[in-house]
């Protein structure tokens, strides 16, 4: 199999597709984490930072999807 | 089904059906990726090449998929005026995105050793560009319109106007004459492909078919948890201010806790 000439050609190509999908994956969870933590912080009644992505991760966040 | 077209109740079913996605995908992608490499045999021509297929032919199929996807979801905003039909639009423009440039990616890869270029202004290649540009045209737009409900009409108008590029994709190899080889699997007279390479194609495009579905879900999700933050907001700086109750739009009122 690695004797083929364009071999390299298949390698970069299962990387970039490697990198694209984790790339979506990290991106969504990325920002999943970041709107529980702000729906937190609002719940809670604390100032809203206009960064509202900086806070630490409290582990007895209130799931913010229960907030119906 | 008309009772999940809700923010709440589709929170409350994507928590289910994330999982769920989540794990079929991971064991679609593993048996995909052991037929695609270990299985699958190399072509007579391309050699070991044509296993960037299984990589490139399912990215394209989800890159024409997902925008028709958006095409309904755009259908649903400016005929029903649904909130949830424009976050579901919007949460898949970056995924579609994200598909067509590893299509874009993976077929330039193999067209260096097999046609001896990176890109070439063929029919099927442009008019994949384009939808790519389209893709992030819209994402753009999204982000560039503030108000809301302005911003969902004007990227509803704009994707049922860009769907008029799905055809054109599609029969792009048949009404032009083109480098890119015409439809082998997706054809009258059945897929001309030999079966012990269009086992692994069909499962690898099911893995990303199930990818696509667990993404989906999870971005819709954010996106009905972004404009639930944004309403709260907007309540809570028009409460400290005294100001009506009512500040924020009648758009994000369905986000409404």
């Known amino acids: 199999m690695s004797h083929d000439p364009h071999f390299g050609f298949v390698i970069a190509a299962y990387a970039l597709g490697f990198v694209i999908v984790a790339g979506m994956i990290v991106t969504i969870l990325a ?10 912080s609002l719940s809670r ?7 509202i992505g900086r806070g630490d991760l409290n582990p007895q966040n209130p799931d913010p999807e229960s907030f119906e | 089904m008309s009772n999940y077209a809700n923010p709440a109740n589709f929170l409350r079913l994507a928590r289910v059906l994330v999982p769920l996605s989540a794990t079929l995908t991971a064991l679609s992608l593993g048996v995909g990726l052991y037929l695609a490499w270990f299985v699958a045999p190399p072509d007579y ?22 925008y028709v996807v958006m095409t309904a979801a755009a259908l649903g ?14 949460a898949a423009a ?8 590893l299509c874009l990616g993976t077929g330039s890869l193999w067209g260096k050793p097999m046609w001896g270029a990176w890109w070439v202004w063929d029919a099927r290649l442009t008019s994949v560009l384009v939808l790519f540009l389209i893709y992030l045209g819209l994402v753009a737009l999204w982000r560039t319109i503030e108000d809301p409900g302005k911003a969902a009409r004007a990227a509803a108008i704009f994707t049922v106007v860009g769907a008029v590029n799905i055809p054109i994709i ?8 083109t480098l890119h080889q015409p439809a082998s699997v997706f054809r009258l007279g059945g897929p001309a492909i030999a079966p012990s390479m269009l086992w692994p194609l069909v499962v690898m495009a099911l893995a990303f078919t199930f990818l696509f579905v667990t993404l989906y879900l999870m ?10 933050l944004r309403r709260l907001s907007i309540l809570a700086a028009g ?19």
Request: proline residues 5%; positive net charge.
């Open chain 2, 170 to 177: 599609k029969f792009s190899v048949d009404w032009w004459n």
């Open chain 1, 45 to 51: 009644g604390t100032r809203q930072d206009p960064d």
């Open chain 2, 239 to 257: 409460a400290k201010e005294q100001a009506p109750a009512d500040a924020a739009s009648a758009w994000e009122a369905a986000y409404e806790p």
């Open chain 2, 94 to 101: 970056a995924l579609g995105a994200s598909f067509t440039l």
């Open chain 2, 45 to 66: 021509q391309q050699g070991e090449t044509v296993r960037i297929m299984y990589l490139h032919v399912p990215a394209a199929w989800l890159a024409m998929l997902i």
């Open chain 1, 31 to 40: 920002d999943y984490m970041r709107l529980k933590q702000a729906l937190w």
């Open chain 2, 219 to 228: 971005a819709i999700r954010n996106e009905i948890l972004r404009r639930r």
């Open chain 2, 77 to 90: 905003t400016l005929v029903w005026r649904h909130p949830l039909a424009d976050a579901a639009q919007k």
